[in-house]
Structure formats: C-alpha cells, structure tokens
C-alpha cells in the first residue's frame, strides 16, 4: 500500500503562481512515475504533468512552459510549479503514484483561479 498525502491548493488570481506537493509514504518501489493530474467540473480527469525516478518529465501541451513538475526521491514527494496560472486551470487537482503494476491517487486538492 502507497499513501499520498498532498498540499492544500488554494485561491490565486489570473496569473499569479501555486505549488502543490505530495508525498508518498508506505511500500514505495524506487522504479516509480509520480504525476499530477486535474479534473474540472463537468470534464473527464486529464494528465497535467508526470516525472519518473528518473526525471523525466511529460507535460500536457496546455501547461507547457508555465508548470514545472519536480521530484525529491529521497523524500518521495513530487512537486508542482504552477505560474502564470489561468482560470481555466481551475480544478482538483490529484497526485497519482504508478508502477507496473499498482497506482494510487491522492485524495484531490482544489485550485481556484479567479480572473
């Protein structure tokens, strides 16, 4: 079992800047993927970032080069920059632990960006 235990998001206005973080706790594989995920109301859940062990990184095209995802592995918890922050980015926000074979989802942080 993996636990994940995320930030609180919060209120920002248009353009402003928020960082989320999870960290993970429990049977942690070092061979792992972390990733953020958003879900808006109405809207299916989409990817917005993930970041392996290794650091590689994948963005969704619509947060490209305004979120950096970053990872502290001897913490095992992963981090998210959100800048220039738009209110359509307004959502909740969910920290997702993967391995071949297992995922678990954090329980789901509310962003609100007002414009």
């Known amino acids: 079992q993996v636990q994940l235990v995320e930030s609180r998001g919060g209120l920002v206005q248009a353009g402003g800047s928020l960082r989320l973080s999870c960290a993970a706790s429990?049977?942690?594989?070092?061979?792992?993927?972390m990733g953020w995920y958003r879900q808006a109301p109405g809207k299916q859940r989409e990817l917005v970032a993930t970041?392996?062990?290794?650091?590689?990184?994948n963005y969704a095209d619509s947060v490209k080069g305004r979120f950096t995802i970053s990872r502290d592995n001897a913490k095992n918890t992963v981090y998210l920059q959100m800048n220039s922050l738009k209110p359509e980015d307004t959502a909740v926000y969910y920290c997702?632990?993967?391995?071949?074979?297992?995922?678990?989802w954090g329980q789901g942080t509310q962003v609100t960006v007002s414009s």
């Open positions: 970041i392996t062990s290794g650091g590689k990184t």
């Open positions: 429990g049977s942690i594989f070092s061979g792992n993927v």
């Open positions: 997702k632990y993967s391995t071949f074979t297992q995922y678990y």
